[in-house]
């Protein structure tokens, strides 16, 4: 039904910066909040970074003031600026989104394949 695919992640040194990107696709009739997720070994997966269709965004502490979310509606498309990187950003990063696949329909959260960001020391 619905298709999250992220690109955009890969091997940086500290200091450094990556974009990654996720684009929905399948049957979406709207797509309400977007997000960003990561997950590092041995450890829970945590919320990075979420944005509303209007615009408003989420941040945890550790990313804010580095980390940037946005969206493009037109496109289903959701995006993290990640700069000022630190090997404690290293982890797979999953984004998500809460579709609505009709008018009618409850809206379910859909995740894409996740992709990994490695940050050297």
């Known amino acids: 039904q619905v298709q999250l695919v992220e690109s955009g992640g890969g091997l940086v040194q500290a200091g450094g910066s990556l974009r990654l990107s996720c684009a929905a696709s399948?049957?979406?009739?709207?797509?309400?909040?977007m997000g960003w997720y990561r997950q590092a070994p041995g450890k829970q997966r945590e919320l990075v970074a979420s944005?509303?269709?209007?615009?408003?965004?989420y941040y945890a502490d550790s990313v804010k003031g580095r980390f940037t979310i946005s969206r493009d509606n037109a496109k289903n498309t959701v995006y993290l600026q990640m700069n000022s990187l630190k090997p404690e950003d290293t982890a797979v990063y999953y984004c998500?989104?809460?579709?609505?696949?009709?008018?009618?329909?409850?809206?379910?959260?859909?995740w894409g394949q996740g992709t990994q960001v490695t940050v050297s020391s």
């Open positions: 998500n989104a809460d579709v609505k696949t009709s008018r009618w329909s409850r809206s379910e959260r859909y």
């Open positions: 944005i509303t269709s209007g615009g408003s965004t």
């Open positions: 399948g049957t979406i009739f709207s797509i309400n909040v």
